[in-house]
Nanobody
Framework: QVQLVESGGGSVQTGGSLRLSCAAS????????MGWFRQAPGKEREAVAT???????SYADSVKGRFTISQDNAKNTLYLQMNSLKPEDTAMYYC?????????????????????????????????WGQGTQVTVSS
């Protein structure tokens, strides 16, 4: 059973930086997608960034150029480096993992538009989730 544990959230001022980490255990898939999602109060959960087993990344337009997703396979850890933070980045951030939908998309040749990744950006396609870590950006 996959377990995901996020850390690194906190409170910063506008323009500050944070690095989120997600430690994964019980994960042994060779084809997968990992992602960071966020959910602000009263809003739907949205994809922030994804990275797949080929290290292909994808970002939401709102964070392009400011956030960087990466993974350290030796440490089974996913990261999200967040720079130039804005108040609108305030949300609970979740780490998530998908292997089933990703594998199907690879077999069907379904790449996400413009990025070359087979990762889905739909939270419903991710089966495993962490408990979340809060990020608060004050103006």
């Amino acid at each position: 059973q996959v377990q995901l544990v996020e850390s690194g959230g906190g409170s910063v001022q506008t323009g500050g930086s944070l690095r989120l980490s997600c430690a994964a255990s019980g994960y042994s898939y060779s084809m997968y997608c990992m992602g960071w999602f966020r959910q602000a109060p009263g809003k739907e959960r949205e994809a922030v960034a994804t990275i797949d087993s080929d290290d292909i990344t994808s970002y939401a337009d709102s964070v392009k150029g400011r956030f960087t997703i990466s993974q350290d396979n030796a440490k089974n850890t996913l990261y999200l480096q967040m720079n130039s933070l804005k108040p609108e980045d305030t949300a609970m951030y979740y780490c998530a993992a998908d292997e089933d939908v990703y594998s199907d998309r690879v077999l069907l040749g379904l790449r996400s538009g413009g990025t070359g990744t087979y990762c889905s950006s739909d939270p419903a396609d991710f089966a495993s989730w962490g408990q979340g870590t809060q990020v608060t950006v004050s103006s």
